[in-house]
Structure formats: structure tokens, C-alpha cells
């Protein structure tokens, strides 16, 4: 059973650092992309960032490019958002999400239960 | 990249068929058959329903169709039932290699 469990979230003052996780199991890890989706509160789905299985490509949205950074740890089947010089406009649930197939990323079959980000002083 | 545009609410009857939309541009919706439909029930984890513009992952209801033409894709409910009352979202592969969503529709079922 596939399965995505994130964690790292919380209070954060602007201008702050966080790094949130998402430890996968149930699939090859190494061999999907997997991305990271956003919500604000009461507000829309919001694609962040998605790192290619093999290879690291890595693609970001340009709300957040140059202040994130996503990475992976085949070792520890583990996705990782860096997130810097946090912003009020960053509070939102975090989702990451697995590419359905292992080639491609643009459709998520399954997501985490996504972690709160909250940017506030 | 503005999101992709969809209407903010939609109902129907049980059984009747509704159709809910999503409006982009050449460089989006229009450029590539990238188009995916997600459900999203109050408090809940986004549930794919289509990908690649029609096709229908494992499990998911034949209830749930998708079409594109031109820079506008569509999701079709058939045989609308109670459980089908949720958010849903459209995304789009784009030509500057990221993913733009709608910003959701609301669907209500009467």
C-alpha cells in the first residue's frame, strides 16, 4: 500500500526557514517523480515544486523559485522542500504527491495528508 | 502563470449530468493533452479522477469523463450521486515546464 507521510511543518516569522519531509513506502521511490502541492487556507490547489525520480530535474513555480529547493534520499525513500526567506503568502498545508507512472510527472495518484505552514510574526 | 480558470460553483440533481469547465491558453490546456481532474472533499487529500484529458485511473468511477477542445477541457459527472458533492480542480502541464490549476469549482448536489 502506497503511503506519504509528511512532517515539519509549523510557526514560522517571515523572512524564517523550515524544511518539510514526506517519507514514502509501498513503491519504488527512486523511480517516480514526486512533487509538492499547496493549499492555502480556504483557497485553491497551488503546484510548487517536483523533482524527476532518476536523473534530479527539478521544476518549481515561479512564486516560490530561487527560495525553495526539493531534493530526495533514495536511501531513506524520503522528499524534502527547503523553504527560505519565508513569506506570509507561503502559509498553507503541504502536500507531496507521487506521479502515477514512472515517467512523466504531471498527474498525482496519491498525496500525503499534507502538514500546516503558518507565517506569521 | 494565472491559474487556469474554472467556475466558482455548480449543482445538480441526483442522476441528472453536469459538466464543469476549465479555460486556459495555447500555452497550457491548448499545447498539450496534460489535462488531469482532481476531487477534493472538505478536509481531505486531493483524489485523481482523470488524466491525460480522458483517461481514468483504477477504481475511479466511469461516472467521471474528461474531454479538451481547444484552450478549454472539460469534466463530466454522470448519474450525479450524494458522495460526488466536493471541490474539483483541473491542472495543466504548461510550455514553461510547470503545472497550473484551476481554481476550483464547488459542486453541489441538490
Known amino acids: 500500500e502506497v503511503q506519504l507521510l509528511e512532517s515539519g511543518g509549523g510557526l514560522v516569522q517571515p523572512g524564517g526557514s523550515l524544511r518539510l519531509s514526506c517519507v514514502a513506502s509501498?513503491?519504488?521511490?527512486?523511480?517516480?517523480?514526486m512533487s509538492w502541492v499547496r493549499q492555502a487556507p480556504g483557497k485553491g490547489l497551488e503546484w510548487v515544486s517536483t523533482m524527476i525520480g532518476s536523473g534530479g530535474n527539478t521544476y518549481y513555480a515561479d512564486s516560490v523559485k530561487g527560495r525553495f529547493t526539493i531534493s530526495r534520499d533514495t536511501s531513506k525513500n524520503t522528499l524534502y522542500l527547503q523553504m527560505n526567506s519565508l513569506r506570509a503568502e507561503d502559509t498553507a498545508v503541504y502536500y507531496c504527491?507521487?506521479?502515477?507512472?514512472?515517467?512523466?510527472?504531471?498527474?498525482?495518484?496519491?498525496w500525503g495528508q499534507g502538514t500546516l505552514v503558518t507565517v506569521s510574526s | 502563470q494565472s491559474a487556469l480558470t474554472q467556475p466558482a460553483s455548480a449543482s445538480g440533481s441526483p442522476g441528472q449530468s453536469i459538466t464543469i469547465s476549465c479555460t486556459g491558453s495555447s500555452s497550457d490546456i491548448g499545447g498539450y493533452d496534460y489535462v488531469s481532474w482532481y476531487q477534493q472533499h472538505p478536509g481531505k487529500a486531493p483524489k485523481l479522477m482523470i488524466y491525460d484529458v480522458n483517461n481514468r485511473p483504477s477504481g475511479v468511477s466511469n461516472r467521471f469523463s474528461g474531454s479538451k477542445s481547444g484552450n478549454t477541457a472539460s469534466l463530466t459527472i454522470s448519474g450525479l450521486q450524494a458522495e460526488d458533492e466536493a471541490d474539483y480542480y483541473c491542472?495543466?502541464?504548461?510550455?514553461?515546464?510547470?503545472?497550473?490549476f484551476g481554481g476550483g469549482t464547488k459542486l453541489t448536489v441538490l
Open positions: 491542472s495543466s502541464y504548461t510550455s514553461s515546464r510547470t503545472l497550473v
Open positions: 509501498g513503491f519504488t521511490f527512486s523511480s517516480y517523480a
Open positions: 504527491a507521487k506521479e502515477l507512472f514512472n515517467s512523466g510527472w504531471r498527474r498525482f495518484d496519491y
